[in-house]
């Protein structure tokens, strides 16, 4: 596999020295998100559960208000996804817009803090939620779709170390909550932001060169629109049905751990685990993966994710918990990468960021499904067993179309390029 970026050919192959500079540059981009993504995605979206007590105890707000305004940023930033990806493929740079979105997010941070009145705090969880599309996984992918044409060693780094968001961000947020208060741990959250995203993202970031269009290994027909495709539905229900139960998990996996007895830092030590554990199910995917297989190795790991959470809500104590970190945690860290690398298997390269954020879009509609129907359901007096179960399959279900072969032929797959 060679780690060679798009750029060589550009910049030009015979230039042995000018190669050398084009991977340096590609591989600093590539540690520079990998590390910003660990702050990003640790802070804008893992640590919300942990405010949940506190503002329910001081603002007497209920959980499905709370959860309400954490969902509309999930909606907002599903629906932000589209155009940042066609937005990037346009300007070939990530700078301006992943260090307006971590300002965004240092400002949404700030005015969280001092958060008196509902609609303030859900108008400030939109901003977070523009925030959220500008910083994430989305822009990521994409940057590293364009500086290499074969990405899966360049994903590994980037998935593996954004791995660490939970790892890190869940312990010192409870930490910071307890010792500061909810309010105090947010201004201090805003600090790190804006030094560990919002400043390498306006320094280090750079434009990339235009990618000359490359053909995707698994000789699918081009198509007009990925909504006609069959191949791209299958990435909708595959995706989309796990990550409807994940941010589910992210949001209530640490209040059900304190109905069953663990205090605030050891629930929040355990979920943070679940990060440990994702490191597998992204070496598998990554190591293991290939076109050829990707899509049935991300089912299995998808299977066992749902296994996982039926695991957590019949069999209790630590044995129980820990196997359902190891299990939710692999089919958690498959995600990612295999999402990015089935998008690039079964469409071009050159409107990579087009189709993934289409994709984006649907998987981010889930997440935000995802809190409100737990909290809907929690509200009617729904046991958290029963709403777990349901949650474990639908991810089977998704699992199950995701196996199915992809080359099931739709009206639209011979059609012309995709329109852009």
């Known amino acids: 596999m060679s780690d060679i970026p798009a750029h060589a050919g550009a910049i030009g192959e015979d230039g042995e020295t000018q190669v050398v500079v084009s991977r340096t540059v590609a591989w600093s981009q590539v540690i520079t998100l990998s590390l910003t993504e660990i702050t990003s995605w640790g802070i804008l979206y ?15 707000w209920n959980q499905a208000s709370l959860t309400g305004a954490y969902s509309l940023a ?12 066609r937005w990037l493929d346009r300007a070939r740079t990530p700078r301006a817009l992943m260090a307006a979105g971590s300002l ?16 303030v705090f859900y108008a400030l969880w939109v901003a977070l939620g523009i925030a959220m599309a500008a910083t994430l996984y989305e822009p990521a992918f994409t940057t590293v779709a364009a500086w290499f044409p074969r990405r899966e060693r360049a994903l590994t780094v980037l998935t593996t170390l954004g791995g660490f968001a939970s790892v890190i961000y869940l312990p010192v947020a409870a930490l910071l909550v307890e010792h500061l208060g909810w309010r105090a741990a947010l201004l201090a959250l805003a600090v790190i932001l804006l030094v560990g995203a919002a400043l390498p993202h306006a320094i280090m970031l750079r434009p990339y060169l235009a990618v000359p269009r490359i053909a995707n290994k698994a000789e699918h027909a081009p198509v007009r629109s990925p909504w006609r495709a069959w191949r791209f539905w299958q990435l909708v229900a595959g995706f989309s049905l796990a990550q409807l139960a994940i941010s589910a998990l992210v949001v209530y996996l640490i209040p059900y751990l304190g109905k069953q007895g663990l205090s605030a830092p050891q629930a929040a030590t355990a979920s943070g685990l679940i990060g440990v554990a994702a490191f597998g199910g992204r070496i598998i995917a990554t190591w293991r993966g290939s076109p050829k297989t990707r899509a049935a190795i991300t089912a299995v790991l998808f299977l066992a994710l749902a296994l996982g959470i039926v695991i957590l809500t019949l069999a209790h104590g630590t044995v129980g918990l820990a196997a359902f970190i190891i299990l939710f945690g692999v089919g958690f860290g498959v995600f990612s990468p295999a999402r990015a690398g089935l998008v690039a298997d079964r469409f071009d390269t050159a409107i990579f960021g087009r189709v993934n954020g289409q994709l984006a879009l649907t998987i981010t509609l889930a997440r935000a499904a995802g809190p409100t129907l737990v909290g809907v359901l929690l509200l009617h007096g729904t046991a958290y067993t029963t709403i777990f ?6 991810v089977a279900v998704g699992a199950a179309l995701l196996w199915l072969p992809a080359t ?3 009206p639209g797959d011979s059609s012309a390029a995709l329109a852009g």
Do not use: D, N
């Not at 893992?46 to 007497?60: I, N």
């Open 46 to 60: 893992y640590t919300f559960s942990l405010f949940l007590g506190p503002m329910e105890h001081e603002l007497h």
């Open 74 to 85: 999930l909606l907002v930033s599903g629906l932000m996804a589209v155009p940042i990806g």
């Open 104 to 119: 965004l997010g240092v400002v949404a941070l700030m005015v969280w803090a001092t958060v008196t009145s509902l609609p």
């Open 389 to 394: 179960c349901l949650l474990a399959a639908l």
């Open 408 to 410: 099931r032929r739709q």
